[in-house]
């Protein structure tokens, strides 16, 4: 049967063999209603399933269309929206004339459900011969008095209107027109006015501004009571009439934006989508932005959410800061979810749009959001953690950008610094210390409270960062004094022995015996009982626990092997001894002077138009306000006499340690300056006095060149800000400017670039043309697309000669480099000898892979029943089979396989084709070679930070460690063919801003065609992101230097499966790379998948 006359219906029969015809007319013609409903269910479920039964339509006619039983009506009506009623030769059989005078009488029902019904099944029908006679009956419902009924006649009318035309019902616009202007329901009127927006355009705004001149309220009273099913509608016509009639876009958009803060929550969705769509004004996208952060804020589901904040993504990108930072407040509501992806997204929208007005507000809230993660009810809560690293990334950009308002949120900042998650803690302490540097007015204050948290740190991590901040940037005496005692308080008692670090172990090396005290606990035993136990616990000489022994988190590091975090005391502590020193205090003094006129002289060298990069920093300006001019500091004998003693401690434990390298290890020779600068200070030796000098002078100029890395130790958060910032400056004061209004035409426009050298960047829109052509930079083949119309009339016949547009909407040279990559993934699957040539090429379309077979009758035969079997090993799910198809000699097919992909798992695609020659009844068959997926499909560049890549490092469980064996031999090149290969990215760095652009519209590209080629003008990208990559000053000097080298790299599949590279490499005398790359990721697919693509890409294979 035709799929055009059959109802989408299909009901799974248990019955092994389909009733004949004789059975179902006996049950039809039974007087029991029963009995006639089952016949007539078993008839319809035959005829879905493939059964004719064509002699049974006269039986129905008879015995079930009179029938006043309502579950054999409904099925009776279900037969005739599937029944056959035409014959082979398309003339309407002889039956359909009594069907159409039942029809009619269930149209004239006194029972109107009879009526509603009776019209839904005409609004199925597709022959209308079927439907002529019964048109006037149809129009009669329209002024029925029950809603049902009429709701059913209008949508029945633009049924028949929309596949017959206006000339099936000449009258039907004006009755429907009628009939809205005095309608109450609302359902029907909604139906009434969505057949005008599609029949009658013209009719439907003039309805609409009709009731505007009428309402005192210029139609919004008549909008807001007529229900959000017609103000759907309305929608609908107004995004119609918008891209059709630009003369009347303004008034219209002013009519959505007025309806917007009444409606319900569809109405003010699809409202914003239509002024995000139709307008890039200022009012508009603030209009938009405030019904998504409304919808943000009143739904309770985390999908609805997700889908608002993306639209808020478009608002954000087209409207500038300044029109989006009065909903800060308003986004940072939806704060209040316990979605973590939430919440990620609010902060990153949020942080987007924050401007000087609204950072004080903003910090308010995420300093209260801060100190809510902190309390006891919340450390239960899944996922807190993550949410306060959220939020502290958060902060640091807000007083990273905005360093005056970081004095609300510094000491709840600081009461972090001890917090348990080693993440949080390190990321706080990178944020005090970058804040101590650029904010002198709050570096006293930060210093102070950093020295009452000291004896509270936990991490070693943060040890050392606090360590050296107080080193460096403490400017006063007392603090002096009291961060030297409590230093000396957390390392006692002094001198480190070797049995302190190993506790009990270390007391039975040293051939004590540890006293042992027996304690009994309560346990649960195995049958759910409880019980006690006996056990054994080792004791210091004071009956003490050894494991609650009394020992700081500083001893305890140091004691457990910690050295770098023993050399970091050694050096802080005799660099604030050395400030104390009127020699040392001059050279720094000194120092500083040359430092703050070589600033001045760059300052001096800035034009107005300068480099976003060579941008002065904050620190640069308050040296030259001289703001932070060296301290001299003062330190009683006492205090100088505990840190030497300190310092020599630290030496001697280093060198007697077992677990380092003892007087060589680096750690020891650091302590070993230490003591020598403070034995140098005391007796005054010039040979120690130089070392001093380039000792203590260089560690606040070194972190000013750290902070100037911005890009390397940034996170994802300010990366957007970043770019914005970096291009507000989008052209000079003496570039010129071109007015959209005042464009010549084609012909001036092709005189005015004659001759002018083809520059080759990304493809220039309409106005960026002209202006490239004023400016005599213009490409020829660009020019030809300036005028749209001529170009889609080329494109419509087929034009030839010059430039003119491809099959693929592009010019002649994007389609031959598509052509070319489409072509390189082309695989033959058979041989060239075989009776069927059949070769594969897989596109790719986000999670769907569809299989595009050519198959070639490569014989002098004729072909039947071509058919190719696919079977898929790995995750991957086969969703459509080829259809057969028959050949003749030389013929071709093209058959398409649509197969689902699941995760980003190396796959393999099996099959066989079978076929048969005509006159014969054997069926011959070949075997296809295998199709591999190639995971690089699914896996795009992303970009994160060093934090959320050790925090991922340290979570994932999956790891694939492979080798290097590679033929390259320079370190540089390998890692560049290598993130080239896989589509992997350096951990920390911020891509350029275009390649950041490029991204965005490949993932906006909703065909196949603008995918493909957008991932071809981002090859220019790619190559410019890996350029960048070579100019990162810690690689290149690795590379260069080093015989050793690391690297963290990272990607992400379009499933959202992280995928963690560390690369390890060593420069072997030979010239020759070794080493490892070790993989982590949550899942074993992606790990496996990825590493395989590495071994082949690392010998420089794939190309």
């Known amino acids: ?147 049902y009924v009429r709701r059913n006649a209008v949508m029945c009318v633009y049924s028949i209107v929309k596949n017959f035309g206006l000339d ?50 210029g139609g919004l009273g008549f909008l807001l009571s007529s229900g959000d099913l017609f103000q759907l509608a309305l929608l609908e016509l107004l995004r119609k009439v918008c891209r059709q009639k630009q003369q009347q876009k303004a008034g219209l958009l002013r009519l959505i934006v007025s309806i917007l803060p009444n409606t319900l929550p569809s109405v003010a969705y699809e409202g914003a989508c239509s002024l995000l769509a139709l307008s890039r004004a200022p009012v508009s996208l603030k209009a938009a932005a405030g019904a998504f952060a409304s919808l943000l804020c009143g739904n309770s589901d985390n999908n609805v959410k997700l889908i608002v904040l993306d639209r808020l993504q478009e608002c954000v990108q087209r409207a500038s800061r300044r029109t989006m930072e009065e909903f800060v407040i308003d986004l940072l509501r939806g704060l209040q979810t316990p979605s973590l992806e939430v919440r990620r997204k609010i902060l990153d929208l949020v942080l987007q749009i924050v401007g000087k007005n609204s950072v004080e507000q903003l910090l308010n809230v995420l300093k209260r959001e801060l100190l809510r993660t902190a309390e006891p009810e919340q450390l239960t809560v899944p996922r807190t953690m993550e949410y306060r690293r959220l939020l502290i990334k958060a902060v640091h950009s807000c007083c990273t950008r905005f360093p005056e308002a970081a004095a609300s949120v510094v000491n709840v900042l600081i009461d972090f610094l001890g917090d348990p998650d080693v993440t949080t803690a390190t990321e706080v302490a990178v944020v005090v210390r970058e804040l101590v540097a650029t904010c002198v007015h709050l570096r006293s204050r930060i210093i102070s409270r950093v020295v009452d948290a000291f004896p509270d740190l936990a991490h070693a991590r943060v040890l050392r960062v606090s360590l050296w901040m107080l080193g460096e940037f403490c400017e006063d005496s007392e603090l002096l004094d009291s961060f030297l005692t409590a230093v000396y308080a957390a390392c006692s008692p002094l001198p480190f022995t070797s049995g302190d670090s190993g506790g009990a172990e270390g007391e039975q090396r040293s051939g004590c015996q540890p006293k042992l005290k027996m304690t009994t606990r309560t346990v649960v035993l195995e049958d759910g009982t409880y019980g006690t136990e006996d056990v054994y616990e080792s004791v210091n000489e004071k009956g003490d626990s050894s494991a609650k022994a009394g020992k700081t988190a500083l001893r305890k590091f140091i004691l457990g092997g910690d050295f770098l975090l023993a050399s970091t005391v050694a050096v802080t502590c005799a660099k604030l001894i050395l400030k104390t020193s009127d020699e040392v205090h001059a050279q720094l003094v000194e120092e500083f002077e040359r430092h703050r006129e070589a600033v001045q002289e760059k300052a001096g060298r800035r034009t107005l138009t300068g480099d976003a990069q060579a941008r002065e920093t904050l620190l640069e300006r308050q040296e030259l306000e001289g703001k932070v001019a060296p301290v001299k500091l003062r330190a009683s004998t006492e205090q100088k006499t505990r840190v030497l003693y300190l310092v020599a401690c630290l030496l001697k434990f280093l060198r007697l340690s077992s677990s380092g390298a003892g007087a060589h290890s680096d750690a020891a020779i650091r302590v070993c300056q230490s003591l020598r600068a403070l034995c140098g200070l005391m007796t005054g030796l010039e040979k120690e006095k130089a070392f001093v000098r380039h000792w203590v002078h260089h560690g606040r100029f070194a972190l000013e060149r750290v902070l100037a890395l911005g890009p390397v130790s940034d996170d994802p958060f300010t990366w957007n800000l970043k770019d ?147 079977s898929t090993h790995g995750d991957l799910k086969l969703v459509e089979r080829p259809a057969p198809v028959s050949l003749a000699p030389g013929q071709q097919a093209v058959l398409h396989a649509p197969i689902k992909v699941r995760s980003t798992e190396a796959g393999i695609i099996l099959g066989y084709v079978t076929f048969s020659r005509r006159g014969s009844s054997d069926k011959e068959c070949l075997v296809l070679n295998e199709l591999h997926i190639d995971v690089l499909d699914y896996i795009e560049r992303r970009w994160t930070c060093e934090l959320a890549f050790r925090s991922m490092w340290a979570e994932f469980e999956w790891e694939n ?21 896989t589509n992997l990215t350096v951990v920390g760095f911020r891509p350029p801003a275009s390649v950041m652009r490029r991204l965005k519209f490949s993932a906006a590209c909703a065909g196949l065609d603008e995918a493909e080629r957008a991932a071809g003008d981002g090859e ?71 590493g395989d693509r590495i071994t082949v890409v690392q010998r420089g294979l794939t190309k």
């Not at 149209?107 to 199925?124: A, C, D, F, I």
Request: proline content about 3%; overall charge negative; aromatic content about 6%.
């Open 168 to 217: 099936a019902i000449p009258a039907a616009i004006d009755q429907i027109e009628q009939m809205l202007l005095s309608e109450g329901d609302l359902t029907t009127k909604r139906n009434a006015f969505l057949v005008l927006v599609h029949c009658a355009s013209k009719r439907a705004i003039q309805f609409i501004l009709q009731q505007r001149s009428e309402d005192g309220t």
């Open 724 to 870: 914005a910032e970096d291009e507000k400056t989008v052209s000079a004061p003496d570039d010129l400017a071109f007015f959209r209004q005042l464009r010549p035409d084609r012909q001036s426009l092709m005189v005015a670039s004659e001759g002018v050298a083809a520059v080759g960047e990304d493809s220039l829109e309409e106005d960026e043309i002209y202006y490239s052509a004023c400016a005599g930079l213009a490409r020829g083949a660009e020019l030809e697309e300036v005028d749209e119309t001529e170009a889609d009339l080329q494109l419509t016949v087929g034009g030839a000669g010059g430039t003119s547009p491809s099959l693929f909407g592009g010019n002649a040279k994007d389609d031959a480099a598509l052509f070319q990559q489409r072509l390189a993934k082309v695989q033959p699957i058979t041989g060239q000898a075989d009776p069927l040539y059949v070769e594969a090429f897989l596109q790719v379309n986000q999670f769907d892979l569809l299989v595009e077979m050519l198959v070639v009758n490569r014989t002098q035969d004729s072909l039947q029943n071509v058919t190719v079997e696919l």
């Open 1 to 147: 049967m035709e799929l055009e006359r059959n109802c989408m219906l299909y009901i799974y029969s248990s019955r092994g063999d389909a009733p004949s015809t004789a059975e179902l007319q006996k049950k039809i013609e039974s007087p029991n209603e029963a009995t006639k409903a089952e016949g007539m269910q078993d008839l319809i479920i035959g005829m879905t399933q493939g059964e004719a039964y064509t002699r049974l339509l006269m039986t129905v006619i008879r015995y079930a269309m009179p029938s006043k039983d309502k579950r054999v009506k409904k099925l009776t009506q279900l037969y005739l929206e599937i029944v056959g009623k035409c014959r082979p030769d398309g003339s309407l059989k002889e039956e359909m004339i009594l069907v159409c005078n039942a029809l009619r009488n269930d149209l004239m029902s006194p029972n109107e459900y009879v009526r509603g019904s009776t019209l839904r099944l005409l609004s199925k029908i597709r022959q209308f011969k079927v439907l002529e006679p019964l048109v006037e009956a149809i129009l009669q419902n329209l002024t029925h008095r029950h809603s």
């Open 1020 to 1090: 220019e990208d790619e190559d410019r992101y890996l350029q960048s990559v070579r100019k990162i000053p810690t690689l290149r000097k690795l590379s260069e230097s080093s015989s050793f080298f690391a690297v963290n790299l990272y990607s992400r599949s379009i499933f959202g499966e992280d995928a963690l590279v560390n690369v390890s490499i060593e420069k072997l005398p030979g010239g020759k790379l070794a080493g490892s790359i070790r993989i982590r990721s949550r899942t074993q697919g992606i790990a496996l998948s990825l």
């Open 961 to 981: 460690k492979i080798h290097v064996n590679t033929s390259f031999t320079d370190v540089s090149e390998f890692l560049e063919h290598l993130m080239k290969m």
